[in-house]
T-cell receptor, first 112, second 115 residues
Framework: QQQVKQSPQSLIVQKGGISIINCAYE??????FPWYQQFPGKGPALLIAIRPDVSEKKEGRFTISFNKSAKQFSLHIMDSQPGDSATYFCAASSASNYQLIWGAGTKLIIKP | ETGVTQTPRHLVMGMTNKKSLKCEQHLGHNAMYWYKQSAKKPLELMFV???????ENNSVPSRFSPECPNSSHLFLHLHTLQPEDSALYLC??????????????FGPGTRLTVL
């Protein structure tokens, strides 16, 4: 119940295309869903986050779509660029527990 | 220095060695974390300190021993490790407002290899 399942494990997208990474969860108490981006040799950094009172949040080329009934959320990267090549992690937590539950990560490669 | 720093960046140790990892945060946060990152697996939370008190210990073997002398510094003392402990060890900090998770700021990690 505490797991967050992330897919795909790896993804190759052409420059200018749309990258889509999906996550699913079981715990209905989760109310905070961040996405972190990690470049080689660096720690993860917060990219964008959403709470379940909205179904979508957009920041520049990055959009989180949230489906509460399906218990799924996804990251969309529009006009993907080679600089977006990184590993992306979804995570979730509940108000009663500050601990983040992490997905296994998606290695994204954007081909020039 | 800004953000979260970790030293050393790389460490190779034998199974009988004793070593320590150091983390320092320059963000004025009140919570610090140790994570273990292994390939193709979710980040594993090892320890959490809030206001310098350990609030979480996720069934981590006793060969890992954390220490938080103040809100800016966090150590992970290592002894008699096993080869399966080889991984990237990440330190993070956050401002814990007592209302669920907040943004965590990560250091670059220490790449540990146990021979």
């Amino acid at each position: 119940q505490q797991q967050v399942k992330q897919s795909p494990q790896s993804l190759i997208v052409q420059k200018g295309g749309i990258s889509i990474i999906n996550c699913a969860y079981e715990n209905t108490a989760f109310d905070y869903f961040p996405w972190y981006q990690q470049f080689p040799g660096k720690g993860p950094a917060l990219l964008i986050a959403i709470r379940p009172d909205v179904s979508e949040k957009k920041e520049g080329r990055f959009t989180i779509s949230f489906n509460k009934s399906a218990k799924q959320f996804s990251l969309h990267i529009m006009d993907s660029q080679p600089g977006d090549s990184a590993t992306y992690f979804c995570a979730a937590s509940s108000a009663s527990n500050y601990q983040l539950i992490w997905g296994a990560g998606t290695k994204l490669i954007i081909k020039p | 220095e800004t953000g979260v720093t970790q030293t050393p960046r790389h460490l190779v140790m034998g199974m009988t060695n004793k070593k320590s990892l150091k983390c320092e945060q320059h963000l004025g946060h009140n919570a610090m974390y140790w994570y273990k990152q292994s390939a193709k697996k979710p980040l594993e939370l090892m320890f959490v300190y809030s206001l310098e008190e350990r609030v979480e210990n996720n069934s981590v073997p006793s060969r890992f021993s954390p220490e938080c002398p103040n809100s800016s510094h966090l150590f992970l003392h290592l002894h008699t490790l096993q080869p399966e402990d080889s991984a990237l060890y990440l330190c993070a900090s956050s401002q814990d407002g007592g209302q669920g998770a907040s943004e965590q700021f990560f250091g670059p990690g220490t790449r540990l290899t146990v021979l």
